[in-house]
């Protein structure tokens, strides 16, 4: 099975500062990796697909990138409404299995 | 739109079916799929049906015990779950695959299972 990593577990950060967070994979999954947003009580909400694909209606501060291992999730301006965990996950092959979060607080 | 139900109670060894009726969307165009949630913990895939029904693929923590099945005629999803464990408590969502891609774009609510004697 592949097994998921991110970095950092939790950050803090000002709004307006840019934030990114990093995920890898335990074996090469091309570019098959999306990233989602989870508030408290809430579904998790899609915000890239295949690495680097904006989700429609995502606000375009997010983006994704990425193939292989490596990737990065990159918020340009944090606001307040990012406040959230963020979650990776591959679908490279089954079973998909997703990283373990970054909460993310201002 | 997805919406969950059929989750609730149950004792250890005892069984549930969770149904996730879809909407707004060709059902039978998609694959389907169950992740769970231990409430504060992370995000753990279940299991997944293509979108015809024949192939399916279930987490080695449920095989055997777990069922994924889908009624395309009425939009609607299920999970059959028996011979439940305590560690199989969790916020059960189901989701649909975008497409092309099997990202998850649309999820439902959620519904909770507990188990516990």
């Known amino acids: ?106 | 739109q997805l919406l969950e139900s059929g989750g609730g109670s149950v004792q250890p060894g005892g069984s549930l079916k969770l149904s996730c009726a879809a909407s707004d969307f060709t059902f039978s165009a998609y694959a389907m799929s169950w992740v769970r949630q231990v409430p504060g913990r992370g995000l753990e895939w279940v299991s997944s049906i293509r979108g015809s029904g024949a192939t399916t693929y279930s987490a080695d923590s449920v095989k055997g015990r777990f069922t994924i099945s889908r009624d395309n005629s009425k939009n609607t999803l299920f999970l059959q779950m028996n011979n439940l464990r305590v560690q199989d408590t969790a916020v059960y969502f189901c989701a649909k695959s975008v497409g092309a891609s099997d990202a998850y774009d649309l999820w439902g609510q959620g519904t909770m299972v507990t188990v516990s004697s």
């Open chain 1, 1 to 106: 099975d592949i097994q998921m990593t991110q970095s950092p577990s939790t950050l803090s950060a000002s709004v307006g500062d840019r934030v990114i967070i990093t995920c890898r994979a335990s074996h090469s999954i091309s570019g098959w990796l999306a990233w989602y947003q989870q508030k408290p009580g809430k579904a998790p909400k899609l915000l890239i697909f295949d690495a680097s694909n904006l989700e429609s209606g995502v606000p375009s501060r997010f983006s994704g990138s990425g193939s292989g291992a490596y990737f990065t999730l990159t918020i340009s301006s944090l606001q307040p409404d990012d406040v959230a965990t963020y979650y990776c996950q591959h679908y490279d092959t089954y079973p998909f299995t997703f990283g373990p979060g970054t909460k993310v607080d201002i």
